[in-house]
């Protein structure tokens, strides 16, 4: 018959995945990366004031890479909250 300790009785909270603990290796540097990319985008902005076109397309990028940005560190407390 198996011995049980105290500790088997008690719920273990969820540990990461291999894939989990390498998504979040990964998260710094891609978070990094979108944060340089808003940074260009917001100076190209200040660029092209005048042409509206230009203007309109690179909003439209400030906002899918903000978007992208605030699901990555999301993802990010996710994942440390759970380790």
């Known amino acids: 018959?198996?011995?049980?300790?105290?500790?088997?009785?008690?719920?273990?909270s969820p540990k990461?995945?291999?894939?989990?603990?390498f998504e979040l290796e990964q998260l710094p540097s891609q978070i990094e990366t979108l944060e340089k990319k808003l940074s260009d985008i917001e100076t190209e902005i200040k660029e092209?004031?005048?042409d509206f076109t230009k203007l309109q397309t690179l909003l439209e990028q400030k906002n899918n890479v903000e978007e992208a940005l605030l699901l990555k560190?999301?993802?990010?407390?996710?994942l440390i909250n759970l380790n």
Do not use: A, C, G, S
Not at 1 to 12: G, Q, S
Not at 73 to 78: A, F, I, K, L
């Open 1 to 12: 018959k198996k011995n049980i300790k105290p500790d088997d009785l008690t719920p273990h």
């Open 16 to 21: 990461l995945t291999f894939n989990e603990k």
């Open 48 to 50: 092209h004031v005048t």
């Open 73 to 78: 560190m999301e993802r990010q407390e996710h």
